[in-house]
């Protein structure tokens, strides 16, 4: 094995694009565990923990760029204002040891289903900066995942940042599992209102191949709320339409049984966390209108 | 390859290691510093916590390599390193014949053989842990202590949520938690009361 420690993004890129093989490295955390335990033995490591740009962020006008490195410990501590669904997420990973080591970049490189950030992502909207010796691209998040702990970066590529649309609105996470700490997701639910466009997304996580967005949902939920002028006048989402939209959301999902549970349970969990997240966001959608209201 | 580092204050160098090893294996096995404690290699009991360039980690998950230059502190060297915080005396960290004969009783005691270093003391969190009659097989305090210690330093007056959370990735089979919990209250107040 050899370990590779470029110094800067740039001899990054021209290592991994020598060695196409090589396995980045940043936080460590999901890749020592691999090594540990001899489920993987790559013949280079190519270290990013040197590489500082990576472990910086940018809040720009409609748009948060996030380093690949940047520890969950300092998104849960930074940009709670910002994006509200990640930073949530990211409290909920592993423990405090694990959060000042890993960061949303290892999230997207493992591509679990199970990943918490994946669920933030999808809801607030977001683009991952993907970048080879040849350019750079940005790919959707969307696009991103392409099957069990798959994804669309090609062999030479490297994740610099991913893109986060700053929230115009508010965003709530919700994560099912046995424990507060220290606990991979049975399943997990992420949703954001983003009045700016009216309109809603969702985020599934550990409930299907990959995670995933409940789009009929999204679509059925939009329409109501425009039918209904429901952005403009605050009032209260009826049961019936939630109940309809958390039908949808599980419907989306395509789980599995596993030792973390049943494919059952987990497509019910999706459908009560669903309507919870609704319920919550929307309250506090309806007491920020409120409030303007006041002000104005 | 070489690793070039600083183990509890004083510059190391690790010959030989593999480049898939861990910075916990380096400590324990290359360096001869077997306080942080291997349970469970995967991130899930903190056993093996220290700090690196301050910040509490797993050590079983960062590999050798990347501690290259960076500063890590140990259970070995958490006494000194609280008497430096308490602004004592000469900052000139603990040398590895030091930790390696750390015992826990100070100097001055009569321990078997009088192997202790003349420098071996207890930080106050050590001391509370035993006040508090918190360690009982002894294998997860190493951790705890790091993890507790870096929370201390942070936020010198926790609420129990606080604890609980700067604790939760520390796993204890014995204790049931409540000495622990009492150990760091203890630790907090005593802190408070010299401050
Ligand atoms: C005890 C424990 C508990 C955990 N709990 C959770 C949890 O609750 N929720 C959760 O989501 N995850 C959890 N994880 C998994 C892990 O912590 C996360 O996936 C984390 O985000 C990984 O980040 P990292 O920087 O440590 O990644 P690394 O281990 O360094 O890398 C992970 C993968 O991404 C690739 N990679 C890293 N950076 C880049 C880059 N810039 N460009 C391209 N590829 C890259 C690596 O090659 C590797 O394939 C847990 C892990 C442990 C050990
Ligand atoms: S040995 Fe490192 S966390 Fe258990
Ligand atoms: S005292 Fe035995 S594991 Fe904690």
Known sequence: MDFLRPASWEEALAAKAEHPTAVPIAGGTDVMVEINFDHRRPEYLLDLTRIGDLYEWEAGEHSVRLGASVPYTRIMENLRTELPGLALASHTVASPQIRNRGGVGGNLGTASPAGDAHPALLAAGAEVEAESVRGTRRIPIDAFYTGVKRNALAADELIRAVHINKADGPQQFSKVGTRNAMVIAVCAFGLALHPETRTVRTGIGSAAPTPIRATAAEEFLNAALDEDGLWDSGRIITPSVAKQFAELCAAACNPIDDVRGTARYRRHAVGVMARRTLMWTWESYRGNARTMEGAA | ?195
């Open chain 2, 1 to 195: 390859m070489r690793v070039n580092f600083t183990v509890n204050g004083r510059p190391q160098q690790a010959d030989d290691v593999w480049e898939g090893e861990s910075l916990l294996y380096v400590l324990r096995e290359r360096l001869g510093l077997p306080g942080s404690k291997n349970a469970c290699e995967q991130g899930e009991c903190g056993s093996c916590t220290v700090r690196l360039d301050g910040v509490p980690v797993c050590s079983c998950l960062v590999a050798a390599g990347q501690a290259e230059g960076r500063e890590i502190v140990t259970v070995e060297g958490l006494a000194e390193h609280a008497r430096q915080r308490a602004g004592g005396e000469d900052a000139c960290g603990t040398s590895l014949d030091e930790a390696r004969r750390w015992s826990p009783r100070g100097p001055g005691s009569q321990s078997d053989e009088g192997s202790t270093s003349p420098r071996a003391t207890l930080a106050p969190l050590q001391q509370a842990f035993i006040d508090a009659g918190a360690v009982q097989c002894g294998f997860c305090t190493p951790g705890l202590l790091v993890a507790a210690d870096e929370m201390l330093e942070r936020n010198p007056n926790p609420t129990d949520a606080d604890i609980r959370e700067a604790l939760s990735g520390n796993l204890c089979r014995c204790t049931g938690y409540e000495k622990i919990m009492d150990a760091v209250r203890l630790a907090a107040a005593r802190q408070g009361e010299e401050a």
